[in-house]
Nanobody, 115 residues
């Protein structure tokens, strides 16, 4: 059973940066498109960014130009570099494949953007 573990969240001031990591318990990255998702309080979970096995990326309009997704297949890890953070980026961030595999949801990592 593959497990995904997110880390790197925390409290940051508006305009600040964070780097999130998603580590898989075994190799899935060489064949899967991986995505970062987030769920803000009172809102539905949404797709933030995804990266395919060839390294092509795609971003939600709300984060384009501020967030960068990347992957290291050798380390079974996908990253999300978040710059110029805004209060509306506050959410629990999760990684998963795209399309989603329901059994892969982890606990996520909380990002709070506040002064």
């Amino acid at each position: 059973q593959v497990q995904l573990v997110e880390s790197g969240g925390g409290l940051v001031q508006p305009g600040g940066s964070l780097r999130l990591s998603c580590a898989a318990s075994r190799s899935i990255f060489s064949i899967d498109t991986m995505g970062w998702y987030r769920q803000a309080p009172g809102k539905q979970r949404e797709l933030v960014a995804y990266i395919n096995s060839g390294g092509s990326t795609n971003y939600a309009d709300s984060v384009k130009g501020r967030f960068t997704i990347s992957r290291d297949n050798a380390k079974n890890t996908v990253y999300l570099q978040m710059n110029s953070l805004k209060p509306e980026d506050t959410a629990v961030y999760y990684c998963n494949t795209r399309p989603i595999r329901v059994n892969l949801w982890g606990r996520g990592t909380l990002v709070t953007v506040s002064s």
